[in-house]
């Protein structure tokens, strides 16, 4: 057995025996400690010491090498202009497919009418867990001020910042990526006078990228903690519980836009086999499950798209540090539904001009999204308040920032099959730019 196949097996084996771990020894005992407990939880402090740190301390690194790296290795500055249009255009044309797709499947399923009394109890339900939970609340209700304006101007800033160590310290890769894209392209320009500076990167993209060979060797035991950590805060009782129908309205949602919409694109713009292309970009999909973060899961993507995907190394040095930063087809999804649905659940009927504000919201909010775990709920703030002012202008009702807590108790899990939809999504689009800008060009 090969040493990827072996790697393979042991992370299945650990997500697998997570979820069983989480079940039947962990799950008896959340209703004996509070959130502040089950949020420090050793399963988590331990999965973020042994696989998050090692592959977030990568992350900024990685991206700023190879963004750069990737702009020289593609060197004529018209040719990045093409490339540099069609990822934009992939990326807000996905995204406003999956979110398409949850306006669609939640207002035809109506995860959030007809459960009469129930709805009653799930509201409480969710209005205590609101109430619990001080720190998701403050941060909530400090994310309700800012406007999709404001989430806007926030990103401008991250693209011209200041300060470029800031920005890395900050673990914020816009900046970083727009630093290192102008830096490549300097260094295309520079000709034999910089050919030195530019073999200094590669050779560091190649250490780095040694690094992440060593640190993925920790996933399999990472992934059994974290998933033990979240069926175990959770439950998988939650399937088929009250929120089942919602749960199972975002699952369809994300199956139909991993395993037919990015297929279908990738069939028509790559002409190469997306199944067969998925079942090579395994590690990394299952890594994303397992961390819930595209940020985190960067490194192992790059690894299996330049590896086993044959992705060329200038579309996937430049497309998957930008996607896992402005990607978010799973979140934008996610999104729609969760907020359809929570506006159903209030007894609310949301006209046709507003089902476009939150596919409009949903898709511009989540290019904000930080690749971090259950940045979502965040964002979803955002496009709760655009609704919100729909309604206003109405003379109706607003619905309260405390029906997020309706859905906060099964986010997590939600949450990890999204990421991997997003970070499915970055490795599509590097295998269509791949077409474009192929390295034996």
């Known amino acids: 057995m090969s040493k990827t196949n072996l790697l393979t097996v042991l992370i299945v084996i650990g997500l697998g025996l997570g979820v069983l771990l989480g079940q039947f020894v962990l799950f008896d005992k959340v209703h004996q400690f509070d959130n502040a407990f089950w949020g420090d939880h050793w399963t988590k402090r331990v999965g973020d010491l ?27 500055p018209s040719k990045l202009g093409v490339v540099g249009g069609a990822t934009v255009v ?65 990103i401008l800033h991250q693209i011209v910042p200041m300060n470029i160590v ?25 000709g034999d006078a910089a050919e030195p500076a530019v073999r200094v990167f590669e050779a560091l993209f190649d250490a780095l990228m ?35 129908k919602y749960m199972t309205t975002v699952l369809v949602g994300l199956l139909i836009h991993a395993f037919v919409i990015l297929p279908l694109v990738m069939s028509l713009f790559a002409r190469a086999n997306p199944y067969r292309y998925m079942w090579q970009m395994k590690r990394a999909l299952m890594t994303a499950f397992g961390t819930d973060s595209s940020g985190a899961t960067l490194p192992v993507t790059i690894d299996c798209a330049e590896g086993e ?63 971090i775990p ?37 986010d997590r899990i939600l949450d990890m099959c999204r990421t991997t939809v997003n970070v499915w999504g970055d490795a599509v689009g590097a295998k269509i730019i791949s077409k474009i800008a192929p390295d034996t060009s």
């Open 210 to 244: 040694r690094l992440v060979h060593w640190v993925i060797w920790l996933t399999p035991v990472g992934v059994l903690l974290l998933a033990a950590w979240t069926v175990g805060k959770i439950g998988l009782v939650d399937l088929v519980g009250p929120l089942g």
């Open 374 to 410: 259950s940045a979502g709920l965040f964002t979803m703030v955002i496009v709760i308040g655009a609704v919100n002012t729909s309604l206003g202008g109405r003379g109706q009702t607003l619905l309260p920032l405390a029906a997020i807590g309706v859905i906060i108790g099964v």
């Open 50 to 76: 042994i696989l998050i740190r090692p592959l977030m301390l990568l992350v900024i690194p990685l991206v700023f090498v190879s963004v750069v790296v990737g702009v020289t290795r593609i060197g004529d």
């Open 309 to 371: 995907g044959g992705c060329s190394k200038r579309a996937a040095n430049f497309v998957l540090p930008l996607g896992a930063t402005v990607n978010m087809d799973g979140t934008a999804l996610y999104e729609a539904v969760a907020v359809v649905f929570l506006f159903q659940l209030y007894g609310y009927q949301l006209s046709f001009n507003e089902l476009l504000i939150v596919i409009i919201t949903a898709t511009l909010a989540a290019v904000g999204a930080a690749a």
């Open 90 to 154: 992939y990326y807000l044309s996905t995204m406003l497919i999956a979110v398409t797709i949850g306006a669609v499947l939640v207002t035809s399923i109506g995860p959030g009418t007809g459960l009469g009394e129930r709805s009653d109890q799930i509201i409480a339900q969710g209005q205590a867990a609101y109430e619990a939970d001080q720190t998701l609340r403050s941060q909530l209700e400090a994310a309700e001020t800012f406007s999709l304006a404001d989430a806007w101007m926030n």
């Open 166 to 190: 800031d920005e890395m310290g900050r673990t914020r890769p816009l900046g970083v990526i727009v630093f290192a894209l102008l830096l490549g392209l300097a260094l295309a320009a520079g």
